[in-house]
C-alpha cells in the first residue's frame, strides 16, 4: 500500500504542483474559470447537487464507495454523466445489480484519481509539458489527458476517449470532473 500510494504521488505531482501555482493568481480570469470552486462541502455533496450526475451518484452507493467522499481524504472524480451511462443501455441497469458489485467497484476506481485536480490544472499540465500528460487511476489504470480543439479529452490505455463535460466542482476533499463516457476496462 505504502509503494502504491508514493507511485500515486509522483504522478500527481506535476498537477498539483501547477494546480497550486495557479491557485495564487489574482482573479482576473474568473469569468473562464471551467470550475465551479464551492471548497467548503465534500465530494459527495458537490455530487449530489449536479442535476446530471444521478446516475454516478447512485453507482457509488450502490458500489458502497460514496462514503470515502465525505472523509477528508484528496479525490478527482471523473464522473460520467447520465447521458454516458444511459448509452450503455441494458448494461447500465445489469451494472447496478448486486451481484455486478466487484465489476462495479472494479470500474470505478479507475475513474478515481489522488488528489485535488481541476481542469484548468489539467490545462496547465499539457500547456507546460506540450505533451499530453497520463496519471494513474486508484483503480491502476492509466489515461491520459490531451487537448482536442478546445476541449479536453481523456483516454484509457484500452483506447476508449472521453471528454471533459459541463462544469467541474471543486469541494473540500476533491474534484467532480463530468465526462461524456464511461471508460470500461478492455474485453478479454
Known amino acids: ?3 502504491l500510494r508514493l507511485a500515486m504521488r509522483r504522478i500527481a505531482a506535476p498537477l498539483l504542483l501547477l494546480l497550486a501555482s495557479s491557485c495564487s493568481g489574482n482573479g482576473e480570469d474568473d469569468a473562464d474559470v471551467a470550475t465551479q470552486d464551492d471548497g467548503i462541502q465534500t465530494i459527495a455533496a458537490g ?3 449536479s442535476e446530471e450526475l444521478g446516475i454516478m451518484q447512485d453507482a457509488l452507493a450502490q ?3 460514496a462514503g470515502v467522499f465525505d472523509g477528508p481524504a484528496s479525490y478527482s472524480i471523473l464522473a460520467p454523466t447520465d447521458a454516458a451511462f444511459e448509452a450503455l443501455g441494458d448494461p447500465k441497469t445489469t451494472l447496478l445489480e448486486n451481484d455486478q458489485r466487484p465489476l462495479l467497484v472494479a470500474i470505478l476506481r479507475d475513474h478515481l484519481l489522488p488528489g485535488h485536480i481541476t ?3 489539467i490545462e496547465a499540465a499539457l500547456a507546460e509539458q506540450g505533451a499530453p500528460v497520463t496519471m494513474t487511476t486508484l483503480g491502476q489504470a492509466e489515461v491520459t489527458f490531451a487537448k482536442s480543439g478546445d476541449s479536453l479529452t481523456v483516454t484509457r490505455e484500452s483506447g476508449q476517449t472521453a471528454a471533459l463535460t459541463g462544469t467541474a466542482v471543486a469541494a473540500s476533499n476533491g474534484v467532480v470532473i463530468p465526462i461524456d463516457r464511461i471508460l470500461l476496462p ?3
Open 1 to 3: 500500500m505504502i509503494d
Open 47 to 49: 455530487l449530489a447537487t
Open 63 to 65: 458500489s458502497e464507495l
Open 119 to 121: 481542469p484548468e490544472a
Open 186 to 188: 478492455p474485453k478479454g
